[in-house]
């Protein structure tokens, strides 16, 4: 756990070091943007550091589109003809 914590310390410096003026210098829309997706990614980081069971965004397209799914395939699946 403390190496996976390092690392992202690591990763999110060099990510802060890099975008940092460029984001001083940006627009309202793109401060926004930038904060939406570093939220997420520390959501996903504090998963894979603590290595919690929390659900992440495959879990919730799985959840939005399966019960779709399923009824197209059984929409569109041809019935089995048994033979008598």
């Known amino acids: 756990m403390l190496q996976n914590i390092l690392l992202l310390l690591m990763v999110y410096t060099a990510i802060f070091l890099h975008d940092g003026p460029k984001l001083r210098n940006s627009g309202g829309k793109e401060k926004i943007a930038y904060g939406l997706l570093i939220a997420y990614s520390l959501y996903m980081s504090v998963i894979f550091a603590l290595e919690l069971p929390w659900p992440n965004v495959d879990d919730l397209i799985h959840f939005v589109l399966e019960p779709p799914a399923k009824r ?6 041809m019935p089995v003809k048994v033979p008598s």
């Open 72 to 77: 197209i395939v059984e929409t569109v699946k």
